[in-house]
């Protein structure tokens, strides 16, 4: 058995640069991303290789890993691109690729044979067995699949040597372990191409045979029916289980999530890895509340527990939207300004959030131009300045507790 590192590693998405440096701000050990083709994100903000260029420098300087997916499903006439695109890609030295398709491993141990393979989730990595076949053909690790139980897991740590990885956060496919065709058969998108449409996040309604002209809602909420709309995964509180039971990476989902999606999970994720290693019975109500605050469906944790509930509740699947995120930290020559990102007013209670936990109310006394100008509110994309808690750094980010609907 290899020895295993000291902690587990946090895993965090980058969907673009920016995403990048926050989330390696904010606490990522490593951080996955997209290259232009072959991921499984086409329309999140994908690198070009002049992107992964700036990338690899950051991460370096920050001793941060940086693994790119390349975990599509290919076709026989797609391999003459992808050989191109790994000559381009090997004088970066990323740290690693996050493959599926066993072509794609072999033509990468062909091309670029000391780069480090991580196995996709859309492996669908089951059982031990599977993942001693990925490690004697030359993966390092391998994700596993997100239907596994706690007991499923530790099985594995004893009977294989290769690194686990399991998803810790964010949103669950309906599919399993990801492979859907519901986006190509409704939309002609093939999510297995990366190119998934969300299909099952519409609105459906059940319709009988015999009476195609009524159609009906099943446990409608006021938006619609969501069939096949499951739930967020969200496994902080069971993060010491996950300790003991060896795993090496936790790996939040969401390349497509925003920049405070990625800041809040990184923050939290970072704390309570880091505090449970010094002392597994620690344990604190702020990593849930946190985590409550980003944008999402009802949590849920998943397979892990040994439920067999498919995780597809069509009455309760709608997001839970409880703060806004309305700025971000930045720094010119006079100083620290704000970018808006969502409109607050002048009095409006705001809270300024940066890594290692740090946090802080106050309220908005007054906001200006850069020509030194009073404005009643901050505006998406605006430039501003405001009296900022004493310990803000650029990076940081601001938010505010949305209105309660009457």
């Known amino acids: 058995m290899e020895t295993r590192a000291s902690r587990p590693e946090l895993l965090m998405p980058a969907g673009n640069l920016e995403k990048l440096k926050t989330a390696v701000r904010f606490g990522a050990d490593a951080v996955y991303l997209g290259a232009e083709d072959f991921g499984l994100r086409a329309h999140a903000g994908n690198f070009t290789l002049e ?10 300087q920050a001793g941060v890993a940086l693994y790119l997916t390349l975990n599509a499903s290919l076709r026989p006439g797609e391999f003459t691109a992808l050989e191109s695109l790994l000559e381009e890609l090997k ?3 990323l740290d690693a690729y996050i493959v599926a398709d066993p072509g794609v491993l072999t033509t990468i141990q062909r091309i670029d ?3 480090p393979i991580h196995v996709s989730t859309q492996a669908n990595s089951c059982n031990p067995r599977t993942a001693e076949f990925w490690r004697k053909n030359g993966a390092s690790r391998i994700n596993l699949a997100r239907e596994l139980t706690l007991a499923d897991i530790c099985a594995f740590r004893e009977q294989t040597a290769i690194e686990l990885e399991c998803f810790v956060h964010g949103a669950m496919c ?3 372990s990801g492979r859907c065709l519901i986006s ?3 939309n002609e998108r093939s999510a297995n191409q990366g190119d998934c449409s969300q299909s099952c996040r519409w ?11 009524e159609p009906m809602d099943v446990e409608e909420d006021f938006r619609g029916t969501y069939f096949f709309n499951s739930r967020d995964l969200c496994l902080v ?12 990476s936790f790996k939040v989902e969401g390349r497509m999530k925003s920049l405070y999606y990625v800041a809040t999970a990184a923050r939290v994720y970072r704390d309570a890895i880091d505090r449970l290693c010094a002392d597994p019975a620690d344990s604190d109500p702020r990593w849930r509340e946190e985590l409550e605050k980003v944008s999402h469906r009802p949590y849920d944790s998943g397979f892990l527990l040994g439920s067999d509930d498919a995780k597809i509740h069509p009455s309760d699947t709608h997001y839970i939207r409880t703060h806004d995120f309305v700025g971000f930290v930045r720094r010119d020559a006079q100083g620290l300004w704000v970018e808006g990102r969502n409109r607050f007013l002048r009095g409006d209670e705001v809270e300024l959030i ?3 936990m740090r946090q802080e109310k106050f309220i908005v006394r007054e906001i200006f131009n850069f020509a030194g100008e009073p404005l009643p509110a901050g505006q998406p994309n605006y430039q501003l300045r405001l009296q900022l808690p004493g310990w803000a750094e650029e990076g940081d980010l601001l938010r505010r507790k949305r209105p309660v609907a009457a």
């Open 203 to 213: 609105n459906y309604q059940l319709t009988e045979q015999t009476r195609p002209a």
């Open 184 to 186: 190509a058969a409704l």
């Open 113 to 115: 044979p000391l780069r």
């Open 91 to 93: 004088p970066l030295e």
């Open 174 to 176: 309906v599919a399993h």
């Open 354 to 356: 940066g890594p290692q």
């Open 237 to 248: 509180e069971q993060l010491p289980q996950l300790i003991a039971a060896g795993i090496d």
């Open 51 to 60: 992107q992964l260029d700036t990338a690899r420098k950051l991460t370096r």
